[in-house]
C-alpha cells in the first residue's frame, strides 16, 4: 500500500470509529501518557511514531555511591520514561489502538514491547498485557500426489504412486484483514475491544499444574505480555481453517543469580481446520483437508542471549504431554521488604497428543517443534486402505487431525542483567494438511491426497530488556 493510500486508509479508519464509539479519544504518538486520561480508548495513529526516543536510565556508576543508593542498581528507574505512566493509564482499564505500527522498536520503548501491524490493540489483562494484531495474510502452497492402483482377477494389484509438484498454488483464499473493506475493518476493531482476552486454558482432559509465576515478584522485577494472533483460510467452500496462537512473553530481572529472563510460551485456542465444524466431505472414499503436521519456531535475533530450556522434548506414542520451564529469581529485600529473597518461577502444562508424535529440534537459540501425525509419517500412503477385490477406502482419520491442536511450547533464554537493549525477536508456524481421495471401481482405482501448507504472516516483534530491572 502506497504512502498516500496509506493515509487515506487512516483517515477513514479514524473517522469510523469515531462515529461508532463515544468513549473515544485521537491521541498523538508523542503525548499518549497525558492526552489519554478522559477516555477509554485511546486511538493512535502510528505512521510517525514517537519522535524522541525514551532516554536511557543513568548506568550504574564504576564506583559504589553511599549517599545515592538508588544509582546502584542495575536499572535504576528513569523518571522521564513515559512507560509507567502509559502503564498507569492500561492498569485503570484503558486500551490503546495503533493504525498502521510499521516499526516495532518505537513501540517497544513505550510499552517494552512492540510488534508490527495494521492495526495493534493493546489491553491491560491481570496487571499485564494483552495484544491483538489485527493485519497480516498467511501464505499457501499446493502439492498434489497420485497413486494409481490395478486389481488383477488372482487377486494382486499393481500399485503406481505419482506426484506432481505445484508449489506457488494454492486452494481457496486467505482471509485477511487487510483485505476487507473499511466498515467491515471498523466492526472487527469495535468486536475485539467489546471481547475480554481470557487466556488460553487446557481442554478438559488436562491440567495446570500449580507453580509460581512471575506475579509473585516486584513489580518492577517481571513484565508480561500476551500476544494473541489468528489466521484463518477458505480452503475450500465447505471448510475454513482457523489457527490461533497466543504467545505468552515474560521478561522478568533476577538480583541473584544476575540475570535477565526472557520466557516465551506458545498456547491459544490452537490450530484447528475446520473452525470447529463437522469436516466435510468425511466419507469411507473421501475426507476433506485434515491437519498432519504444526511447525513451531522461535527465533530471537540476539547474539547476548543463551539457551536455559525449551519443553516440549520428543514425544512419541504418548496421549498427553506436558510443557513447562523452573528457573530461579532473586529479589534485593533490602529495597523490596515484605518480599522472599528467592522464588522458583515454575509453571507447566499438559495437553492432548494421541495419533501425533513431537520432535524438538532446538539448536543454538533457535528453539522449534514438528508435531506430525504418525499414521502418515513414515509413508503417505498409509493414509488408505486397499482391501482385496475392492475399491480402495480413506482410513478414518484421528480426532486431533478434525479438530483443536493445541501446541504449547516453552522456551526460556537468559543475559546479564546489565543488558538492557531491545532485540528483535522473529515467531513463526507452518501448518500442514492434506484432502485424501479415491475414484474408480473393484478392479482399478486412484488414490488421490493434496497437500496445502499455510505459513504464519511475518511479523516482527521488539523486546525492550530495559523494561525490568533488579
Not at 473517522?15 to 503525548?31: F, H, I, K, T, Y
Not at 498502521?100 to 489491553?123: A, E, M
Not at 482385496?388 to 484421528?398: D, R, S
Amino acid at each position: 500500500m502506497s504512502a498516500k493510500l496509506k493515509a487515506h486508509w487512516v483517515e477513514q479508519i479514524i473517522a469510523g470509529l469515531q462515529e461508532s464509539m463515544d468513549d473515544l479519544v485521537l491521541c498523538d504518538p508523542d503525548n499518549i501518557a497525558t492526552c489519554g486520561a478522559n477516555a477509554a480508548h485511546i486511538l493512535v495513529d502510528f505512521t510517525n511514531p514517537p519522535s524522541s526516543k525514551v532516554s536511557s536510565p543513568p548506568s550504574k556508576p564504576s564506583q559504589k555511591c553511599v549517599t545515592c543508593p538508588s544509582l546502584n542498581k542495575p536499572n535504576p528507574p528513569n523518571v522521564s520514561n513515559p512507560r509507567p505512566h502509559i502503564n498507569k493509564l492500561l492498569g485503570n482499564g484503558k486500551s490503546l489502538i495503533l493504525l498502521n505500527v510499521q516499526d516495532p522498536k518505537p513501540l517497544s520503548d513505550l510499552i517494552g514491547f512492540g510488534i508490527t501491524g495494521q492495526v495493534v490493540i493493546i489491553r491491560p489483562y491481570e496487571g499485564y498485557m494483552s495484544i491483538d494484531v489485527l493485519c497480516g495474510e498467511p501464505e499457501g502452497i499446493n502439492i498434489r500426489g497420485v497413486g494409481q492402483v490395478q486389481h488383477n482377477l488372482d487377486g494382486g494389484f499393481c500399485f503406481t504412486p505419482l506426484e506432481t509438484d505445484t508449489a506457488g498454488c494454492h486452494s481457496g483464499n486467505p482471509v485477511s484483514f487487510d483485505g476487507l473493506c473499511v466498515p467491515d475493518q471498523i466492526r472487527i476493531i469495535v468486536n475485539t475491544l467489546a471481547t475480554d482476552f481470557v487466556r488460553p486454558a487446557p481442554e478438559p482432559c488436562c491440567v495446570l499444574a500449580e507453580g509460581s509465576g512471575p506475579g509473585v515478584l516486584p513489580r518492577h522485577q517481571a513484565s508480561i505480555v500476551y500476544v494473541n494472533l489468528n489466521s484463518t483460510w477458505s480452503i475450500s467452500p465447505q471448510q475454513l481453517i482457523s489457527n490461533s496462537v497466543v504467545y505468552e512473553v515474560s521478561l522478568i530481572a533476577s538480583y541473584n543469580p544476575a540475570y535477565k529472563y526472557l520466557r516465551v510460551r506458545t498456547l491459544g485456542a490452537g490450530f484447528n481446520p475446520t473452525n470447529g465444524a463437522p469436516l466435510t466431505p468425511n466419507s469411507t472414499y473421501d475426507r476433506g483437508y485434515v491437519q498432519t503436521g504444526i511447525n513451531i519456531h522461535l527465533d530471537p535475533e540476539s547474539t547476548r542471549l543463551t539457551m536455559l530450556s525449551t519443553d516440549p522434548k520428543n514425544i512419541n506414542g504418548k496421549t498427553t504431554y506436558t510443557s513447562g520451564s523452573s528457573f530461579t529469581v532473586g529479589v534485593n529485600i533490602s529495597e523490596n521488604p515484605g518480599f522472599n529473597p528467592s522464588y522458583t518461577i515454575s509453571e507447566s502444562e499438559t495437553r492432548e497428543i494421541s495419533d501425533f508424535n513431537i520432535y524438538n529440534n532446538t539448536a543454538g537459540i533457535k528453539a522449534d517443534w514438528d508435531y506430525k501425525m504418525s499414521m502418515i509419517e513414515k509413508d503417505i500412503w498409509e493414509a488408505f486402505r486397499q482391501p482385496f477385490m475392492k475399491k480402495g477406502q480413506v482410513k478414518e482419520m484421528p480426532t486431533l487431525a478434525t479438530r483443536n491442536l493445541q501446541t504449547v511450547t516453552d522456551s526460556v533464554w537468559y543475559a546479564p542483567n546489565s543488558f538492557r537493549d531491545t532485540i528483535n525477536f522473529k515467531p513463526s508456524w507452518k501448518a500442514e494438511y492434506h484432502h485424501f481421495w479415491v475414484t474408480g471401481n473393484w478392479t482399478g482405482y486412484t488414490m488421490y491426497y493434496s497437500r496445502f501448507e499455510m505459513h504464519s504472516p511475518a511479523y516482527q516483534l521488539s523486546i525492550n530488556f530495559d523494561a525490568v530491572y533488579a
